[in-house]
């Protein structure tokens, strides 16, 4: 449900408001043996850069402890633990630290963890969020869920299980980023009038990975996932998916169809991703989205959504603006610096970009859902932004428009084809 903002209540009164209500309103009950005024604990499984950055943040900002770590690697396990010790005041103990192919099963089923942040390659989601929601934990999933139909389907399978029984959150930090909140909610309420198309691209660079020298093609594509294909779903699944997601939340709904296409045109490291995706969505009401990326760029960079409407046009980028323009005008940043005054907007130098507090407000929400017991579960929602990636790939890599109804009916799994026992 939205929190509508009172009228004569400035944005920051309104955010200091509701982020102090998330953690006063609390009830003081048992979280899997955790009082809940103490600091839940945290499983990483995953412990490489997102996965480091992410249990950072909720250390930060919701006092969580980092307290038991898993990953496939024995150097990924002694590097998160050498930078969580040095964050918090006692080190992780030796016996929390899981490695190997079954370190997923461990940390699931520690009686020493009350939730668990999923940041392992997105192949494997599927497979980790059942482990944690068979054995009963809170569980925080970085995007994408699955890589393919099967794996999606199962995921809201999960979501089911765990309704009113866990909380489930899925990585779109950007559904609560306060500037992005702001303009869904203007948009939803009318201030765009009729929606008629919509634009939405992801312009990065490249990907940066080590050579890793000695290392097996196994333990390359393992360590390298973001470049392999499958690992990783592709870049227009694991990275372009957030403004596939927000398209889906401002729309309320996901694509009927696309048609594109994609290929890899630029990029020459070892692994098979796409490096350029073009593709048009069709969402309800016939309502178009032409949707854009590239992961090649050198020195520049963009992510944005536009939506064209009767009474307007708005735009929405990672850094600024966040505005409208039209019938109703409105610029979140504008707005900001009228409200905090010229001379103090000046003497700051500038504000962060559109995301600033993406991160911490989304960890702050999750933490908030289990002590609360006002369990979130968002595996629907992410399954459903999985998809909806996925429907552009598919129709990209066979050069036909594809619905959402046949896509569906997809039962092809695929395989890594890696025996982690071997590594």
């Known amino acids: 449900m939205k929190e509508k903002r009172p009228q004569n209540m400035s944005r ?26 103490s600091a839940l604990r945290l499983g990483l499984l995953g412990c490489g850069g997102r996965g480091t950055a992410v249990a950072s943040g909720f250390l930060e900002s919701t006092g969580t402890r980092v307290h038991a770590l898993a990953d496939l690697f024995p150097d990924k396990l002694e590097e998160a633990k050498t930078h969580f010790d040095g964050l918090q005041s006692s080190p992780i103990d030796s016996k929390l630290m899981f490695g190997g192919p079954r ?30 929601v068979d054995a009963g934990k809170h569980v925080y999933c970085e995007k994408p869920v699955a890589v393919d139909v099967p794996g999606a389907k199962e995921v809201i399978k ?38 008629a198309c919509a634009q ?20 390359q594509r393992l360590r390298n996932w973001v470049w392999d294909r499958v690992l990783s779903g592709d870049i227009i699944v694991e990275q372009n ?68 409407g009767s009474k307007g046009v708005s735009e929405a980028h990672y850094s600024q603006p966040v505005a409208i323009y039209g019938d109703e005008p409105w610029d979140y940043f504008s707005e900001l610096r009228a409200e905090q005054g010229e001379d ?14 993406s991160d911490s407000e989304k960890q702050k929400a999750f ?29 990209a890599y066979s050069g036909k428009p594809l619905t959402w109804e046949k896509l569906l009916k997809s039962k092809r799994r695929w395989n890594a084809r890696l025996d982690l026992d071997k590594l």
């Open 200 to 219: 939405a691209y992801y312009y990065a660079g490249l990907l940066e990975r080590p050579e890793w020298p000695g290392a097996s093609p196994q333990e």
């Open 103 to 132: 370190a997923y099963q461990e940390i699931v089923n520690s009686d020493e963890v009350d939730f668990v942040l999923i940041t392992s390659p997105p192949y494997f989601h599927p497979e980790h969020l059942r482990a944690a």
């Open 367 to 395: 933490v908030a859902s289990i002590v609360s017991g006002n369990f979130h579960n968002q595996a629907r929602q992410g399954a459903e932004s999985a998809l909806s990636a996925m429907l552009g790939r598919e129709a």
């Open 344 to 357: 103090e907007f000046s003497a700051a130098g500038t504000f962060g970009g559109a995301l600033e507090h």
């Open 158 to 195: 999960l979501g089911e299980k765990a309704q009113g029984k866990l909380s489930l959150d899925v990585g779109f930090q950007i559904r609560n980023a306060p500037p992005f909140v702001e303009l869904t909610r203007r948009i939803q309420d009318g201030q765009l009038g009729k929606i």
């Open 12 to 37: 920051r009164r309104f955010l200091q408001t509701t982020a102090a209500g998330s953690f006063l309103v609390m009830n003081p009950r048992l979280v899997s043996g955790t009082q809940a005024n």
């Open 241 to 308: 998916i957030h403004v596939i997601d927000v398209c889906n939340w401002v729309l309320q709904g996901h694509p009927l169809q696309a048609a594109g296409a994609g290929g890899r045109q630029v990029v020459g490291h070892q692994g098979d991703c796409y490096d350029h995706y073009n593709i048009t969505f069709t969402y309800p009401g016939g309502v178009e989205v032409a949707f854009s990326s590239t992961q090649f760029n050198k020195g520049w960079w963009d992510v944005c959504e536009r939506f064209f």
